[in-house]
């Protein structure tokens, strides 16, 4: 890939790394410190990470900025833009990875430490002496453990909320890839509808989402305190419900970039990359759906 | 910032004026190179400094230094410090430098992304050392965190976030070097041509991007088990504590790939310079590193034999755990077959890089011991697997880098260092290291449990000698700071540009000290400038 080019190029100086390093040090400085703090006396970690957090977002609007203004400045040839879709996909690699961590914690769970507490294999005694015979199983019945860890509960429905969502999830994909081809066609009223529909469904998504978890406190008591089922169930929703709404602010960002004429037909990296991303937060739903609230 | 974005054309021999905008705002992978390794040498004395505090401790039975809280404080943050703040930036440091230097780049592809993974690297120490300071003390569950242990310290929040950054910080730097090994390499610089410490560094950051995220999701629930009442590793909610260690281990048995493949890519440079031939079986030294990398993958489970895994688990991971070896053979036959026959001198990097590969065997061999699972039953948390990482940690990753200082030292900074004190350092190292460390594979055999500040005083004779080997050669890491500290501001004796006779590859085409900008238009690769230029098969 070592095209040949006239010459390199090479940013200039930026403060933007350095005011990174700190606002994401102050967010995560307060938040150990709020985590640790006596009930009552929590106001100095929630002061730091407020102002971390604000922080970031700030840091966030300034760095894309200049980037944004140096793009379209000209400043980046292709090689530079090659090395931006690197950085991309290898961004989205290690964020599958981290989803791997989740799922795989969740099907060990659910093929061995269930089953084990239970008595299969060479754990019969456990479940003799520590847990008056509780007998292995998934959902309601056994999910949070045998000692019932959060109370009884009862699993989402996965053919209800769940499976809208998934429907929405599936349609913002194609909403996304009509308003890229659009976009490669130049046809500029035409993405501003289909991305603005994108950002339309991810909200809507986002919605139902929020619906589905007060249910589930409310109604279900399924929490995060429900035993292993809760903690996956709500860490693997939890996490990727997060990235939907990161996914769905770059939507709305790039949405109003269109609207400004940032892109066109050749250039359009930052289009791509939030595309991209879409893409796999949609794959990650499909595994969840399947996973999670189908089996 | 972002109205200086055209970049200053006029002064591409000398660095830029101010301090901050210098060192802070920098886009420069030399200056951020060096930091990485001023941040790594000071993180090496900080570690280095807990560990003298353990050998202190451990030189006699009995308690008589410290309490054992903080013993265990110790030997937690010595091993966090050494591998996220000390080996891995390291790592960082010489890739930084050098892997644009050896491929024909300007600069790393996103240098921007560059400064901000060094510049993370100071926050998330401060914030992993300040626990020592906090009421409860710093983490004291070993560096691997095992829960229930782990999440009894209130420490547990500022460490899981520490990790966090790191791991971002590393992430960040990985990318990078992937991208810019992808993307900015000079025509005529094709994959197969490549230094094998390019090579090394590319496999290395594909590992970093695939396990990072593993850790950061494991750490997130120990976390979450801690703070937010989820029961990943509690028995009572349908949890398990050996969940963990199979998710850290997926991150942390490719972790220690990390911090040895890019060693090999050292050591595969040294070698042929000072054997004045080309390496032996360059694709196969390749093929090998990656051979590695992808069985990294499926070993993890070899750190947990003892915790009473399934009987076909134990089996498929003791194989897997032993095929490493083959890879690992093929590149020690290679190094060895670089030397036969070559016209040999022994300059400090080269005498780095023969102990490297004697003494990284002996930890290899002992690896393979502890693979074997009746065996492992009896050495694990024993002090020969203590014996065991720091043979392959410190005489391999440690010496690796000291290597590659010695060696790239003259084209950083345009200075030769004193050849006279770096082999005394040399020497100071290699025989305290082996005191330091030979006889704690006899007290592991012997049955000393690692990870506890007292012992019965059966062991009390080789873990005197250990100490003192500890001691000596803590002292002698003096020297090296003393060479260092030399050759970067007081040594008058100019390096050449070709720094070693029979050195081959870009880095030493251009001047000595490297100009604070290279290649700005990419230069034209002939095969003969380079070390494997002629590879056929
Ligand atoms: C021939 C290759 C190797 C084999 C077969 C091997 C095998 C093993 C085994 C079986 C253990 C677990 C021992 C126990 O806890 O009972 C172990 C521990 C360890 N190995 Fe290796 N190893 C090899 C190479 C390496 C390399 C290259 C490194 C690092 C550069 C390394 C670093 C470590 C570390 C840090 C531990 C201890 C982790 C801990 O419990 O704190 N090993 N090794
Ligand atoms: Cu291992």
């Not at chain 1, 005694?125 to 509780?134: A, I, K, M, P, S």
């Amino acid at each position: 890939m070592s095209q040949q080019h006239d010459t390199y190029y090479v940013p200039s100086k930026s403060q933007w790394p350095i005011v990174a390093a700190v606002v994401m040090f102050l967010t995560v400085f307060g938040a150990a410190h709020w985590l640790n703090a006596e009930p009552g006396e929590s106001g100095f970690g929630k002061t730091v990470i407020t102002v971390g957090a604000i922080g970031i977002i700030g840091m966030f609007f300034g760095w894309f900025h200049s980037v944004i203004k140096e793009s379209l400045a000209g400043m980046y040839n292709p090689q530079v833009d090659t090395s931006f879709r690197m950085g991309m996909m290898w961004f989205i690699f290690s964020e599958v990875m981290f989803f791997g961590a989740f799922f795989g914690a969740l099907f060990y769970i659910r093929n061995f430490s269930i089953p084990w507490l239970g008595g299969a294999g060479h754990g019969v005694l456990t479940h003799r002496f520590l847990y008056d015979n509780y007998s292995a199983s998934w959902g309601a019945e056994g999910g949070n453990g045998p000692m019932h860890v959060g109370g009884a509960f009862s699993t989402v429905v996965p053919w209800g909320l769940p499976l809208l969502n998934t429907l929405i999830l599936l349609t913002s994909s194609v909403t996304v890839t009509i308003a890229h081809h659009a976009l490669r066609a130049g046809h500029r009223g035409k993405i501003l509808v289909f991305l603005g529909l994108t950002v339309l469904l991810g909200a809507t998504f986002l919605y139902c989402q929020a619906h589905e978890y007060m249910e589930a406190y409310k109604e279900l008591n399924l929490t995060l305190h429900s035993g292993v089922y809760g903690s996956t169930f709500f860490m693997l929703t939890g996490f990727h419900g997060l990235h939907v709404t990161l996914g769905t602010i770059m939507l709305a960002v790039i949405w109003f970039r269109v609207l400004k004429g940032h892109f066109n037909k050749d250039h359009h990296f930052g289009f791509e990359a939030v595309a991209w991303y879409w893409h796999f937060v949609d794959v990650v739903w499909l595994c969840l759906f399947l996973f999670v609230y189908i089996l | 910032m972002a109205h200086e974005a055209t970049h200053d054309h006029h002064d591409h021999h000398h660095a830029p004026q101010g301090f901050f905008q210098r060192w802070v705002m920098s886009t420069n992978h030399k200056d951020i190179g060096t930091l990485y390794l001023i941040f790594s040498l000071t993180m090496f004395f900080v570690g280095g400094s807990f560990a003298m505090v353990i050998r202190a401790e451990l030189f006699k039975p009995g308690l008589q230094l410290v309490q054992p809280a903080f013993f265990n404080e110790m030997t937690t943050m010595h091993a966090l410090v050494m591998i996220f703040g000390a080996i891995m930036p390291a790592f960082v440091g010489l890739g930084n430098w050098m892997i644009p230097l050896m491929i024909g780049a300007p600069d790393m592809a996103l240098p921007r992304m560059n400064n901000l993974s060094f510049w993370i690297l100071p926050f998330a120490f401060t914030l992993l050392l300040s626990t020592l300071f906090l009421p409860g003390g710093g983490p004291a569950g070993g560096w691997t965190m095992y829960p229930p242990l782990s999440l009894q310290s209130d420490s547990l929040a500022y460490v899981v976030f520490a990790i966090h950054l790191m791991g971002i910080s590393s992430i960040m730097g990985a990318i990078n070097i992937i991208a810019t090994i992808l993307n900015m390499r000079a025509p005529g610089m094709d994959l197969l041509k490549m230094p094998v410490f390019v090579w090394s560094w590319l496999i290395t950051a594909f590992l970093l991007i695939a396990v990072m995220p593993v850790l950061a999701g494991a750490v997130t629930m120990l976390l979450t088990d801690k703070y937010f009442g989820t029961s990943f590793f509690n028995p009572h909610g349908g949890g398990d504590p050996v969940l963990y260690q199979h998710v850290f281990w997926f991150f942390g048995h490719p972790e220690v790939y990390i911090m040895i493949l890019p060693a090999f890519g050292i050591i595969s440079e040294i070698v042929p310079t000072f054997a004045r031939k080309p390496i032996f079986g360059y694709k196969a030294m390749v093929y090998a590193i990656a051979s590695i990398a992808f069985l990294s993958f499926i070993v993890w489970a070899h750190h947990m034999f003892a915790v009473g895994l399934p009987l076909g688990a134990d089996i498929f991971f003791m194989y897997a755990t032993m095929l490493i070896a083959v890879p690992t053979g093929v590149k020690v036959f290679n190094w060895v077959a670089t030397m036969w026959g070559g016209s040999m001198t022994f300059e400090t990097p080269m005498l780095f890089a023969i102990a490297f590969i004697i003494l990284f065997t002996i930890g290899g061999f002992s690896g393979l011991m502890l693979a074997l699972v009746p065996a492992d039953f009896q050495y694990h948390d024993t002090y020969f697997v203590v014996a065991h990482f720091h043979y392959v940690l410190v005489t391999g990753a440690a010496f690796a880098i000291m290597a590659a200082t010695y060696y790239w030292l003259p084209k950083w900074t345009g200075h030769m260092y004193s050849e006279f004190w770096g082999k005394v350092h040399f020497w100071c190292s290699v025989v305290f290291v082996n005191v330091l460390f030979f006889p704690q594979h006899f007290l592991g055999l012997a049955g000393m449990p690692r990870r506890i500040p007292d012992y019965n005083v059966a062991f009390a004779n080789f873990n005197m000698i250990s100490s003192i080997g500890g001691f000596l050669f803590g002292a002698s890491q003096l020297i090296f700071l003393g060479v260092i500290v030399h050759c970067v501001f007081f040594s008058k004796k100019k390096a050449a540009d070709r720094v070693w006779e029979s050195a081959k590859g870009l880095e030493w085409t251009v001047p000595s000290p490297a100009p604070h900008h290279t290649f700005e238009v990419p230069p034209v690769v002939h095969d003969e400038e380079l070390a494997h230029g002629h590879v056929n098969d």
